[in-house]
C-alpha cells in the first residue's frame, strides 16, 4: 500500500459529489424543486468540505515554494488537461448563476425561490468538488509517475 493511498477515499466522493451535484444542477434548469432534491443538494454542498481538506493537503504537497498564481497549474499538472480547465469553467459557470441570483434580487426585490437556491448550490457544490477531484486526481498520478520513475533508476532503465 503507498503513503499516497489514503486520498483514494476522497477522490472517489469527490468524483461522486461532482456527478451528483452536475446532475443535480441539470433538473434545477428543467425546474424540478421537491424537498429530497434540495436536501441531496445540500448534502452534496456540505460533502465539498470533506473533500476540500484532503485535495488542499495534496494540492500543498505539490506546491511547496511556489507563487500564488502558480499552484493551480503546478497542484494539477498531473490531470488530463481537460480535468484542469473544467473546474475553472464550472466555477466561472457558478459565479454567473451568483450574479443572475443577484441581479434578479436588485431588479425584483425579492429573493429567488427555491428552484433558484437549487442552481446556485448545485453549480457551486458541482465546481468544488471536480477541483478537488482534479486536485487529488493529479497527487495519485504524480506519485504513480514518481514511482515508476524511481522503479526505473532502480532497474537501470534510466
Excluded: N
Amino acid at each position: 500500500m503507498s503513503r499516497q493511498s489514503w486520498a483514494v477515499p476522497f477522490l472517489v466522493l469527490s468524483g461522486a459529489g461532482a456527478v451528483t451535484s452536475a446532475c443535480l444542477h441539470v433538473v434545477s434548469l428543467a425546474g424540478i424543486w421537491t424537498p429530497m432534491l434540495f436536501d441531496l443538494t445540500v448534502a452534496a454542498f456540505v460533502a465539498v468540505f470533506i473533500v476540500w481538506m484532503p485535495a488542499f493537503l495534496a494540492g500543498h504537497a505539490m506546491t511547496r515554494g511556489l507563487r500564488w498564481r502558480d499552484k493551480w497549474k503546478a497542484a494539477t499538472r498531473g490531470a488530463p488537461r481537460w480535468m484542469r480547465r473544467l473546474p475553472l469553467w464550472m466555477l466561472a459557470y457558478a459565479l454567473v448563476v451568483f450574479s443572475l441570483f443577484g441581479v434578479w434580487r436588485l431588479l425584483t426585490g425579492r429573493g429567488a425561490g427555491r428552484i433558484a437556491q437549487l442552481r446556485l448550490l448545485s453549480a457551486y457544490a458541482a465546481a468544488f468538488h471536480a477541483a478537488a477531484f482534479s486536485a487529488l486526481y493529479s497527487y495519485l498520478h504524480l506519485e504513480g509517475l514518481k514511482t515508476q520513475a524511481a522503479d526505473r533508476r532502480v532497474r537501470g532503465g534510466g
